[in-house]
C-alpha cells in the first residue's frame, strides 16, 4: 500500500512519530525535515499515512526518501530511539502504549517517548510508569500553537520529566518542530499546564465576549472598546490575538467568519479534561464548570460546532 | 477652618475639583502641580479639604498657594472654567450636579464639566443633558489606573464627548492628572468602556484564580505555571500584573497579603455596574452573573473583605 | 366615554380598584360581583376601563350598575374607604400614590390601601410609609395564582401589615378576590415572601428541565420519569402541577404549546426583583444569579418569549 | 471467623446478597427476615460480614439461622438463585461482577441479578450485558428512602429491565426490603430515574437555600416563608419534608444539628454521576454544573462534610 525507498540502517540515527492526525501531520514534517534524522511512522488509518508519504516524496525529488512506514507501534518502538505520539484522546494513547502491538511491546532499555497528545493527567502518568517499567524513558510533552503552529513550526512544548536531563535529551527533536521547550516539572505536568492555561483562556473568552457583548448593546464600537482593552486591565491574548469581533484583527478567525483557529469543540474537549481533572481532586471551580456548559451548548448547534470559540460573541450577539 | 492665601483672579485661569477622595486628592494634586492653574476645591467632608491643603501649603512653603476651598459645588462652578468631580456613586454625582447648591446652579454657558467617578452610563447621561440645557458641556471621563495610577499621575482617562474637539480642550487638564486620554464615542461611552473593561478583568481574574487553583492541586508550582501562561494563550494583565500567586510577582498586591491594589469591594461595585447595564438591555450575561456572586460572597468575610480582589485565590486555596 | 349608572352613596360602602389589567381586571370583578359592595375604578388606559364597564354592564342587566369611574386614583381614594392597585411595576404605583393627583392627595386618615402590584419591597415600604404619615393604612399584599386564579377567585394574598388586626379588616375583600389570606409580617413581607416564592420557583423549573432533558438524552421516557421523580424526592409543583412535558399533564401550558401559564417574561421580572433585593442585602446567589441569565437569555428569543416558563425544557430540547 | 449453623438445601430456595455496608446491611437484614429465604452473603470487609452474622443470631436465638457466609462472589452466584449486589461505586460492581472470582465466574443460565448500587449507568449496562451472555438476567434496581428507609424497609426500588416479566419475577424479594417497585423502562433506566431524580433534588435544595436565605436577609421569618412555600408554587420535597430551616420540622436533619438525612458528600457523588452522563450526552445543563460546583465547595469545609445536604442553608447564613 505504500513504501520507503530506504530503511533507515539503525535505531540510533531514527525517529518514529505515531500519529499524523491534523497536528501530528505537519509536526511529523518538520520533525523529518529539520532534525535530518530518519523516520519510521505509524498511523491507525492508512490514508493519513499515504498522504504523509506523498508529499515528502514530492518534497525530496531529488533525495532518497529517508522515512519507514511501520505496521505498528511496537514496529516503530524497534526501529527508533526517540518516539513522539500524537493522538486525540486518552484510549488512543493505552492503546499506542499498552496495546498488543503497542509501544511497549517493542520498547527496549534508554529510549525515549514524547507523548504530546493532550490526554488526561493520570493516564499519562499511567502510561509512563509502565515505560520506566521497561526502562525506557516516557514523558508528556503537549503543544500550544494549534495547528498553525504546528505547521509553521513554531509550537511550545511543555514537558513533564523527572529530570532536566531528559528535556535536554529531547530538546533537540522537539526544536525541530517547535520554537519552545519548557521543563514544567515532574511527570504529567506538561499535560497539567496545558490544560490549566486551555483552561483559563476559554474562561477568558467567555468574560471578553460578554463584556464586549454588554458594551455593543450599549452602543459602543466593539473595536474601539477592544482597543482600550488592550491597553487597560482587561488585556490578554484573546483580546490582542484572538479577539471575537470581525474586522477589529484582520487574521483573527472572527474576520474569517469563524473559520480556523481553535474550535470550539476542541477547547470543550480541554476544558472537559481540566474538570475532569478538577473532580478528581476534589476541585471546586465554579465559572470553569459553568465555562464548560456554555462551550458545550454553543458547540451543540451546528452552524457553531466547527467554528473557532471566539463565535461564543456571534451567539451572544444573537440573542436579542 | 481653612483658607487660602489669594484668591485667583479670574474663573478662565482656573481649575475646579469636587471630590478629595482616596482618588480625587492624589488627582487633585497633581492636576495643581503640574496645570500651573489655580485651583477651587469642595468636598462634603472637611476633613478632606484640610488634608489637602495642609499637604499643599507645605508643598509651596515659598510661594503662594493657589488654591481655593468653595463652600458648595455651586461656587466652584462659579469660580472655575473646568471642573472636575471624583465622587463615590451616583446619588453623590447628583447631588453635586443638580442639589440645591449644585454645579448646576453655579455654571455658565461654556464652561466644561469632566466627571471621572464610575457610576451608572444612565445618571451621567441625565446630569451631562442638565448641563448641556445650561449652555456647558459636561463629558463623562472615568479612569483606570487605580490610587497608585493617580499618585502617579499616569491614570488613563476613558472620554465620553459627542465631539473630539471637546476631548481636545480638556485633555491638556487631564493630562497633567494621567498619561493616556482616550475619545471612546459619544457621552456616556467613557463609563461604558471603563465598566466594560473591569468587567472582563474580573471574570479573568476568576478564571485565573482557578486555573492556578486547578493547577497546584494537580500538584504543580503556581509560579511555574504563571511563567508558562505568560508566554501562552492564556497571558493577561490578570496574570503578568496582578497575579494572584503570593511571591511570583514582588510587586503584586498577592505579594504583600492581598494588600493594596483593587479592593474587591470595588470591583464587586464595578461589576455590579456592568450587571444593572446587562439588565437595562436584556443583555444575557451568564459567566458575569455567577462572576458577581462569587466576588460577592467572597467580599462578605471580613478576612476578605478589604483585600485586593486576587485574594479569590485565597479564598479557593483554603476551601481544601 | 363612559358611565356609571348610579352613584355609591357614601364612601363607607365602596371599595376602589386601580389598575385594570390582566389581573386587576379579573380582581375587579371579583371584588364587585362577591363583595357586594359599590366600586370605585381607575385606569390610566381609558380602554381597559370601558371593558370592565361594559362586562359588568352585561352581567348586570336587571340591577343597577354600582360602579363609578374615577377621573384620577386621588378621585378614588376620595371616595371609597378600601382601595386596591394592582400595577405592572415600581414607577406606576410610585405614581399612582405619590403623583400629582395620587391617591396620597385624596386619602383621609382610617382609609386603608392594599397594594397586589409585584414591585421592589423598597419602593413599597417608602409609598407605605407615607400612606401613614396620613394616617391612612396602606400595606403589601402580592398575590399568588396568576391569571387563572384571579379569574377563578382562587388568589392566595401574601400580606404585610404591621398589626394583625389590620389584615382581619381586610379579609373580606381579599376572599372575595381569592381563597388565603396569609399574614407574612411586618410591611413589606407579603412582598418578600411573593418573590422569594418565585425565585425557589424559578429555580426549581430550571433544575426540572434540566433533570428532564439528561433524562431524556440518556434514553428515557420524560413522563415515565416524571411520574418517578413525582413520587420521590424530587417531587414539587414544578414536576405535579406546571410539568415541562408536553402531554405528562393535560392541562399543564407545555401540553398546550406552552401557551398560558406564567410567562417567561414575568417571571424574569419576578427573579429581576429577588436579585435586586439581594444586591441591596450583599447576599450572594449563585444558583439564582445563574437562573436570572437563564431566563433572560431564553425570553430574548421571540419564539420563547411570550411562552410559559416551562418553555426552557423546548429551548434545552432544540440544544443537541 | 464466622460460621453459619446450617447450609441451605438448594439454590432454588436461597438468595445472595453482596455488599453489608450502610445500606445493604440493613436491606440484608430486611430481604432475610421478610422473606424466609435462605441466604448466602458476601462483603470483601470480613468485620462487616461479621456484624451481620452477629445482629441475625441475637435475633433468630431459638431457630436456626438459614445464612450462608461466601467466600466470593462467585460463591454466592453458584449457591443462589438471585443475587442483589449494593457496593458503593462502579469499580466494586465491575470487580464483583466481572473480577476473578466474580459472579460472572460463577453463574448458571437462568439466574438474576439485581444491582442497588447507585453507578454510571454506561457501567451498569457493560455489567448487565456480561450476564445476558451467560443466560442469566441482570437489571438495574437502585432505591431511593436512605439508611432510614433501608432500615424501616421502606425503600423505593427503580429497576430498569428489557421486560416487564422480570421485574415481576423480582418483586417478591425487593418487596421484602421496600414498599414500592417501578419499572423505569429497559436495562439502565433506574440508574437514570435515580440519577435525574437526585440531581433536580440536588438543584432544588440550592434554589430553597437561596430563596430562604433572602427572606431572612430580607427580613422575613424563614419558617413562616417556608409555610407560604408549602402552600403555593415554589413546594416541594425540600421545603416539606427537608427542610434546611432549623426548627421548622422538628425530625429534619435541620433540626438536629444538619446530623443525619443525605449526606452532603452522597448527593453530591450522585450530581457526579449525572453530570458525567451529561457530558457523554453532550448535554449542556448549566444550573446542574453550578449546583455540583458549589456541593463540592460545601463539602471540602471539615464542619459540612459530613452533613445532611440542607447545610448549605448554614454555609450561606454565615456568608454575611
Known amino acids: 500500500m505504500f513504501s520507503t525507498t530506504r530503511a533507515p540502517s539503525s535505531s540510533e540515527e531514527t525517529y518514529g512519530f505515531i ?19 530518519n523516520l519510521v511512522v505509524y ?17 525530496s ?3 532518497s526518501l529517508r522515512i519507514e512506514v511501520a505496521s505498528s507501534p511496537r514496529e516503530v518502538a524497534e526501529k527508533s530511539s526517540f518516539i513522539m ?36 493527567p493520570t493516564v499519562s502518568l499511567e502510561v509512563t510508569k509502565e515505560v520506566a517499567k521497561a526502562s525506557a524513558i516516557g514523558v508528556d510533552g503537549p503543544v500550544s500553537g494549534g495547528v498553525m503552529g504546528a505547521e509553521a513550526g513554531t509550537l511550545t512544548f511543555m514537558v513533564g520529566a523527572p529530570e532536566k536531563s531528559i528535556v535536554e535529551r529531547v ?28 483552561l483559563l483562556l476559554a474562561v477568558t473568552m467567555v468574560g471578553a465576549c460578554e463584556a464586549l457583548h454588554l458594551g455593543t448593546k450599549l452602543g459602543m464600537d466593539p473595536k474601539l472598546l ?22 477589529y484583527l484582520p487574521n483573527s478567525p472572527s474576520s474569517k467568519g469563524y473559520e480556523g483557529g481553535f474550535a470550539i469543540k476542541l477547547i470543550l474537549k480541554d476544558v472537559g479534561l481540566a474538570m475532569s481533572a478538577a473532580k478528581d481532586t476534589k ?3 465554579m465559572a470553569s464548570a459553568l465555562t464548560e456548559q456554555i462551550y458545550r451548548h454553543v458547540s451543540n448547534y451546528e452552524q457553531y460546532s466547527n467554528k473557532d470559540f471566539s463565535v461564543l460573541y456571534k451567539w451572544l450577539k444573537e440573542n436579542k
Not at 87 to 102: C, D, F, N, Q, V
Not at 108 to 118: E, M, W
Not at 232 to 247: C, E, F, K, L, M
Request: glycine share 10%; hydrophobic share 30%; with cysteine.
Open 19 to 37: 500519529g499524523l492526525g491534523q497536528m501530528g501531520y505537519h509536526m511529523a514534517n518538520n520533525l523529518y525535515k529539520n532534525s535530518g534524522k
Open 43 to 59: 498511523d491507525i488509518n492508512p490514508k493519513a499515512v499515504s498522504r504523509f508519504i506523498e508529499y515528502n516524496k514530492q518534497q
Open 61 to 63: 525529488s531529488n533525495d
Open 85 to 120: 505520539t500524537m493522538l486525540p484522546e486518552s484510549p488512543h494513547i493505552k492503546e499506542a502504549y499498552l496495546g498488543e502491538k503497542g509501544i511497549l511491546s517493542g520498547i527496549s532499555p534508554g529510549k525515549i517517548c514524547v507523548d504530546s497528545s493532550t490526554i488526561e
Open 171 to 198: 530538546e533537540p527533536a522537539l526544536l525541530s518542530m517547535g520554537k519552545n521547550v519548557v521543563h514544567c516539572g515532574d511527570l504529567g505536568t506538561g499535560l497539567i499546564a496545558k490544560i490549566c492555561n486551555n
Open 226 to 247: 477592544s482597543s482600550i482593552m488592550n491597553i487597560s486591565s482587561g488585556r490578554s491574548w484573546t483580546i490582542d490575538t484572538a479577539n471575537p469581533i470581525p474586522g
Open 283 to 285: 476541585s471546586s471551580m
